[in-house]
């Protein structure tokens, strides 16, 4: 009987200790549930990026002597006609 009497008391010495690890377990859980819920709600959103500078424009002296290189390279016969107006645009649309 005695042997009867040692398996029913580890029987529910294993019950209890089972539902206490279980409830333990689920309180835990609520706690880190709650904690992360705390966390989120306390922090800020993300300041928004400030825009990007604009790109500064090309001062006219700049512009100048690049039209005026590209002259002479048109006058000395390294462009052709149509390869200046080509590069003047480009230069004029950038500036």
């Known amino acids: 009987m005695s042997i009867l009497r040692t398996a029913a008391r580890a ?3 294993t019950r209890v200790i089972g539902n206490t690890h279980r409830r333990q377990q689920q309180r835990w859980a609520a706690e880190d549930q709650a904690a992360a819920q705390r966390a989120a709600a ?4 993300a300041p928004a990026a400030p825009p ?6 090309a001062e006219s002296g700049d512009l100048l002597s690049k039209l005026t290189q590209l ?7 390294v462009l052709t006609d149509a390869e ?3 590069q003047k645009a480009r ?3 950038a500036g």
């Open 11 to 13: 029987s529910v010495a």
């Open 42 to 45: 306390q922090q800020a959103p």
């Open 52 to 57: 990007a500078p604009a790109a500064p424009a």
């Open 71 to 77: 002259g002479q390279l048109r006058d000395s016969g």
């Open 84 to 86: 200046f107006e080509a």
């Open 91 to 93: 230069i004029l649309a």
